[in-house]
């Protein structure tokens, strides 16, 4: 990896292309698929859900995450230190939790030009989009994935700071599961995608 892989990621976020951000194999060893939250399209949400978790991640501020009414769920906070915050479907039910669901609920959730009062008559809660709360010392305090695309969004092009995230799945292993890096590598070059590390960003001092 290196700073010109990190420079042609943030030129992908600007453009609404995901990219894939590793943790490294003092921790997970494996990649999310990073989006920003104001470049989301149905088109590429439905990428992610193709080849990402089940879980779909958008990931803010915890002030943000107060001004829009949302709490914390203790009971979903990982050992890691991965806190998850109230989970929210669009105020508008479709007939299924598709592409369009997930894009009105990260709308939603995304732009701070809508009065909140506004925002929080747009979706409802319980629902199929899960709220994350990144650490507020980031990467310096937690290099974790939801850290790390955060920081990502904060070095684009005047962004919202509003990550989406989802795990990249080896869904053709005889036991699907979370793909590893070797594996995202190959996976990357195959769909043109870059790949930048959490390491990336701790040594051009984006932390």
Known sequence: MSGKSLEQAL??????KPIILLDGTEREDEGDFVLAGEK???????FLTRYGNDMLCVVLEEDRLKKLGLNPEE???????????TSVDPKIKHKDHS???KYDAIQALTFQSVPVYHL????RTPGHIRALCANTGGLSARRGHTEGSLALIKLAH????????????????KEPGPMNAYNINIFAQEHQLTVVTIKDL???GHG
């Not at 030129?11 to 609404?16: A, C, E, L, R």
């Not at 009971?75 to 915050?85: L, S």
């Not at 005047?158 to 292993?173: C, D």
């Open 40 to 46: 989301v399209t149905v088109e590429n949400l439905r």
């Open 99 to 101: 592409a369009q669901s």
């Open 75 to 85: 009971r979903y906070h990982n050992v890691d230190g991965c806190h998850f915050w």
């Open 11 to 16: 030129t992908d976020i600007n453009k609404g």
């Open 202 to 204: 701790m040594q051009y």
């Open 120 to 123: 929080n008559s747009r979706f």
């Open 158 to 173: 005047n962004l919202e700071p509003v990550a989406v995230i989802t795990e990249v799945m080896n869904r053709e292993a």
